[in-house]
């Protein structure tokens, strides 16, 4: 059964202090790693996806890695607009396109 | 522009009173999911579908009903609702999850609540 762990479940970061969430999964043969942020009250929001080890991308101060067993996501200086709750997801290569999802972690950055 | 609806957005019923969250989406795309939210369990995935009349069972598919008669619309249907089925609905969509293609859009919510 494929999981996915997400820790911490929350954060309580400066504005400015730079930190990282972790994602480790257990999945046979990763088709895709996901991250989303969700806010209060909406639907998740799609960030990135990761295929292979080594793989790493950014989108301004956010960057997402993944090794062979867990991805990470940097924040670097983060602002008050970037207290969400932030998801992990992966697919496996099991011929099924379940996707399963972490429970999040909650970061709350203070200004 | 690109969106997935859903409607209604709040919901409130009574045990066993059939009831259909609608969803819609305008982009072609093939992949539609549904997904419950619920505090301390995150997401977890009802059912999917890969394309018309394709369905299967995520990992919390009992009690829920899905169809799937043509690609824009993805239907969730609670013919005996439950107490325990009051959740946070969301319906996701995406390109045939090939290559880079497999970002999910996902819709504003149904709060569910059945008394």
């Known amino acids: 059964e494929d999981q996915v762990t997400q820790s911490p479940e929350a954060l309580r970061l400066q504005e400015g202090e730079s930190s990282s969430l972790n994602c480790s999964y257990t999945?046979?043969?990763?088709?895709?790693l996901f991250w989303y942020r969700q806010d209060p009250g909406k639907g998740p929001e799609f960030l990135f996806t990761l295929y292979s080890a080594g793989e790493e991308k950014e989108k301004e101060r956010l960057k997402a890695t993944l090794t062979k067993k867990e991805s990470f996501l940097h924040i670097t200086a983060p602002k008050p607009e970037d207290s969400a709750t932030y998801l992990c997801?992966?697919?496996?290569?099991?011929?099924?396109?379940?996707?399963?999802f972490g429970k999040g972690t909650k970061l709350s950055v203070i200004p | 522009e690109a969106q997935v609806t859903q409607n209604p957005r709040y919901l409130i019923t009574v045990t066993g009173k059939k009831l259909t969250v609608t969803c819609s989406q305008n982009m072609n795309h093939e992949y539609m999911s549904w997904y419950r939210q619920d505090p301390g369990l995150g997401l977890r995935q009802i059912y999917y579908?890969?394309?018309?009349?394709?369905?299967d069972k995520g990992d919390v598919p009992e009690g829920y009903k899905v169809s799937r008669k043509e690609k824009r619309n993805f239907p969730l249907i609670l013919e005996s609702p439950s107490p325990n089925q009051t959740s946070l609905y969301f319906c996701?969509?995406?390109?045939?999850?090939?290559?880079?293609?497999?970002?999910?859009?996902f819709g504003p919510g149904t709060r569910l609540t059945v008394t």
């Open positions: 999945v046979s043969g990763l088709r895709g």
């Open positions: 579908s890969m394309n018309v009349e394709v369905t």
């Open positions: 996701a969509s995406s390109l045939f999850p090939t290559g880079s293609s497999y970002e999910q859009y």
């Open positions: 997801a992966a697919t496996s290569g099991a011929g099924s396109y379940q996707l399963t």
